[in-house]
């Protein structure tokens, strides 16, 4: 992620969702612009912590390139079906 701004943004936005959308969300945090890793402001581990900390997907991508893009969304569906056959089963 190439501005420390926009990370806190994003946290900004995960807040807002955790308080306001459905228990059962599945909420991606994607580091955009790994193409440009030259000019990173947040560290992979930074990001994946506080991913891992509040149960969000994190895949680092670039739209640039579209290394991760589709994957990202995949790996969505597949957390949002295995939590709704949890939530959904019966």
């Known amino acids: ?5 926009t990370f806190g943004r994003a946290k900004t936005w995960v807040k807002e969702l955790q308080r306001q959308a459905s228990p059962n969300i599945v909420i ?24 891992d900390e509040n149960g969000l997907l994190f895949m680092e991508t670039s739209a640039k390139t579209a290394m991760n893009v589709n994957d990202i969304f995949l790996a969505i569906g597949k957390k949002y079906s295995v939590q709704s056959s949890i939530f959904f089963t019966w």
């Open 1 to 5: 992620m190439s501005l420390q701004d």
């Open 28 to 51: 991606a945090l994607a580091g955009n612009k790994a193409d440009l890793a030259n000019k990173r402001m947040v560290e992979h581990d930074e990001a994946q912590g506080y991913a």
